[in-house]
């Protein structure tokens, strides 16, 4: 009941504040092989931010294509041979991107100094060793990668975090400018996490006053980016929405996410849909469940003119529902979240599997 959670060693917030990253990094150049990893969303590739980093001869950048999958540890456990056979352990590891590249450089500063195969870590405090120095610097907002003691991968058998301490960043780096560009459609889908985050955080059995206080604050901040009047895209908003999503991954930390997520977990594991959008497609049919929540939902869609797809369900077989069900079912914290200890009372494969019917 209680958790003693690992908060991000440091923080730097503000409109230019990449510009740090030179002063923040240098002292950690003398530890270990004396050079960073960078790793970095293929976006990025051949644009100014690349130019913008304080790169020294020795660093090695790594440009992940984040579009084919989700991160899979057979992704991480390549980059981190790669790593390995070429300079050796280097001084950090620095990520810059989405949740995707959130992931990806907190499992990599991991495995980096944890034997074996990332899937053998998928689980709570299963990693030996703490990793090496790693930063993350957001380049979409909503996920709360940034913030969270997890690092999502998708292997052969689960899509299951490396859950632990050391997973945590010591450093974030949260410069508003950089989510400028984020295409309309992931704009609103990853955002809509951290909305969804904190609906599942508020609307639980483990929400508490601390859960409870960050979730408000996010809420509110949402409804500025995406529902009142001086909604959609600006600058000022592209501020909040970078605090929306930390406060939202802080409220997790002491909650849980609850009956959406679950649902997200079976289309991304067996279908290959992406987390956000994911989230996006099975909370619109989650009225029951979470009532005000899911009807303010709709009226960001409409206001963003955001068509989500209806009917999908009809084309799945009975075996694709029940492998979805499996995953979804596998993920007791959040089911106990949303219904309480006696959930197993409420939740079984058929009354999962009647959930993704409504999609
Ligand atoms: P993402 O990292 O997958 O990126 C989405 C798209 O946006 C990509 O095409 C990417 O290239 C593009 N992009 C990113 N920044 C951009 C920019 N500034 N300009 C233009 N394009 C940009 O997106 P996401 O939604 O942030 O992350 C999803 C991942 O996060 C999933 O793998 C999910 O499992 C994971 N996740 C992790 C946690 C956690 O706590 N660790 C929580 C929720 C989700
Ligand atoms: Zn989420």
């Known amino acids: 009941m209680f958790k003693n959670f690992k908060n991000i060693e440091k923080v730097v917030f503000g409109r230019g504040s990449l510009s740090t990253l030179q002063a923040i990094i240098e002292p950690h150049r ?71 590249i959130m992931d990806i450089a907190k499992a990599v500063s991991l495995m980096l100094t944890n034997e074996g195969s990332s899937t053998q870590y998928q689980g709570l405090n299963l990693i030996k060793q703490p990793g090496v120095y790693h930063l993350g610097i957001p380049t979409i907002s909503g996920t709360g990668a940034e913030c969270s003691s997890t690092a999502v991968l998708t292997g052969p058998i689960k899509k299951l975090g490396l859950k632990c301490e050391w997973t945590v960043f010591n450093q974030i780096i949260l410069d508003p400018e950089l989510i400028a560009t984020v295409p309309q459609d992931w704009w609103f889908y990853t955002g809509m996490d951290t909305y969804i985050h904190c609906i599942e955080s508020e609307n639980g059995t483990l929400n508490n006053a601390f859960s409870h206080a960050y979730a408000e604050q996010a809420l509110s901040l949402c409804r500025e980016v995406y529902l009142n009047e001086n909604s959609g895209r600006s600058a000022d908003n592209d501020d909040k929405l970078m605090v929306a999503s930390l406060m939202g991954g802080l409220s997790l930390s002491y909650s849980e996410v609850g009956v959406c997520h679950a649902l997200s977990y079976g289309l991304s594991k067996i279908l290959d849909y992406r987390h956000c959008y994911a989230n996006c497609v099975a909370f619109q049919h989650l009225e029951d ?27 799945w077989s009975d075996e694709t529902l029940t492998q979805m069900a499996e995953v979804a079912y596998n993920l007791p914290h959040m089911w106990h979240q949303a219904f309480g200890e006696n959930w197993k009372e409420k939740v079984d494969l058929t009354y999962i599997k009647n959930l993704y019917k409504r999609l």
């Open 30 to 100: 003398k530890e270990n092989k004396q050079y960073f990893v960078y790793i970095i969303d293929n976006y990025f590739n051949g644009k100014n931010l690349v130019q913008q980093l304080p790169l020294k001869p020795e660093d090695v950048l790594f440009f992940e294509d984040v579009d084919k999958h989700e991160p899979t540890t057979q992704q991480v456990d390549e980059l981190r041979d790669k790593i390995l056979k070429g300079k050796g352990l280097p001084s950090g590891v620095i990520g810059i991107g989405g949740g995707s």
């Open 289 to 315: 469940i979470y009532g005000q929540g899911v009807q303010e939902f709709k009226q960001m869609l409409h206001k963003h003119d955001i068509q989500l797809p209806t009917g999908i369900s009809a084309k």
